[in-house]
């Protein structure tokens, strides 16, 4: 028996910014933007915030899944870049879908943030301390972009995506093939400082990142990660009908494709339309593929995701 997923639910701000609109803020063009990411459009908050996003995600998903926020025991939202520090963002969702018996908290470990969200709802349920998880990756990536910098201003984006856990079976029968790991001597690949420290000396409240750094730990470590999962669930790489992954570059998908000798067509993007969300990309990208169809009863599909910390992780879902 393992955790189902029983709703998702997604939401992008209504601004898009295409890479024209980019290409007139820094030295970069279109071309450079499609051919060495994949992005072509990515979606910037106006009056959106990670709280107002990650809400409206979880009343999607909550309808999605046909249940009532009073079922709700859990609410985990990773988030990277919301706008204030307390009350938590998971306690403003809890106020504003009205879930009022679920405790609720943030985590952080960045583009990882759902895939670890997903292991610690799965642990709670094994544990029989909740049956139905409300898990959310919500971001505002643009609140920490540094418009004059190049290398990072042309990937990201913002949105929220949701999604309803719920325990198919009793707590001792459940199987949670679910794997995460993090390596923080490598954490200075990728950082952004909040506000002031002690001594009010101002911070680089910016993300500042070392790109290729960042691709050859991806293109490493998240087919090591995928045959983790695979191990623990018992299935050859050849049975997984998707591999949903964090959507950081069409690149780094391509090539852990390659590397895993597997059609590049069982890896779905959407990364051309959306830039990274950081956290929210797999749960959204899971949200489109349910909402096209794409997703049949049985279907077996391992997430994986990477991302700042470093941090990676994955897990094996039954649909
Ligand atoms: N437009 C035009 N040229 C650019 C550019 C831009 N936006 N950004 C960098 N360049 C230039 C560089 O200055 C460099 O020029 P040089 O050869 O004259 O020095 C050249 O393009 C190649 O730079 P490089 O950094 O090697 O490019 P890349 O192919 O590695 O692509 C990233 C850069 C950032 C797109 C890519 O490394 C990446 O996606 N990394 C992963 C980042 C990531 O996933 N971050 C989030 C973690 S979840």
Redesign the pocket.
Known sequence: MFVKIAGTGSVLPERVVDNFEIARM????DE??QT??GIRTRHIAGKETVASMAAEAAKRAIEDAGISPEEIDLIIVSTVSAEQSLPCVACEVQKEIGAVRAAAFDLNS??SGFITGYQMAAGQMKAGLAKTALVIGSECLSNYVDWSD??TC??FGDGAGAAILRADGAPEELEIPSVLHADGSKGDS?TCSLGHGKDKVPYDEYYR?D??A??KF?VRKVPEVIREVLSLSGHSVEEIDYFVL?Q??RR?IEAIAKRLRQDEARFPMNIMDNG?I?SACIPMLLDDMNRKGLLKPGMKLVLAG???GLTWGGFYLEW
């Not at 820094?26 to 063009?29: E, F, I, Q």
Request: charged fraction near 15%.
């Open positions: 820094v030295d970069t063009s450079w933007i060495r990411t960045a583009c190049r290398g042309i990937l990728l990142m790109g290729r960042i691709f991806a964090h950081a570059n780094i990274n950081s990477f991302g700042a």
